[in-house]
């Protein structure tokens, strides 16, 4: 599957962005999508993942409460909607693929940067 993030942009502290990330290749539906994150001269971290049909979301507690992913399999694209941005949530962000329950993931795509200004 080929992975294609976009949505990143310049916005203040408290406002909202919505990333998206649109797939191609084989069935959308068959992957669990994970998001992640990484900060300037900071490892990549973990941001939110959700399973193959939406039913169970998981998010880092950093954005839990703020940040919301979704899917939309017939659109073959999962979304993540950013709200109350920090400076701290300053990154580029991945989206991700794979097709197991748990483990790592496979398919990654290029990122996209968002940057909170405060």
């Known amino acids: 599957v080929q992975l294609q993030a976009c949505g990143g942009g310049l916005v203040q502290a408290g406002g909202s962005l919505r990333l998206s990330c649109a797939a191609s290749?084989?069935?959308?539906?068959?992957?669990?999508m994970g998001w992640f994150r990484q900060a300037p001269g900071k490892d990549r971290e973990f941001v939110a993942t959700i399973t193959w049909s939406g039913t169970y979301t998981y998010y880092a507690d950093s954005v839990k409460g703020r940040f919301t992913i979704s899917r939309d399999n017939a659109k073959n694209t999962v979304y993540l909607q950013m709200n109350n941005l920090k400076p701290e949530d300053t990154a580029v962000y991945y989206c991700a693929a794979r097709t197991q329950t748990y483990g790592t993931y496979e398919y990654w795509g290029q990122g996209t940067l968002v940057t909170v200004s405060s």
């Open positions: 290749g084989r069935t959308f539906s068959s992957y669990v």
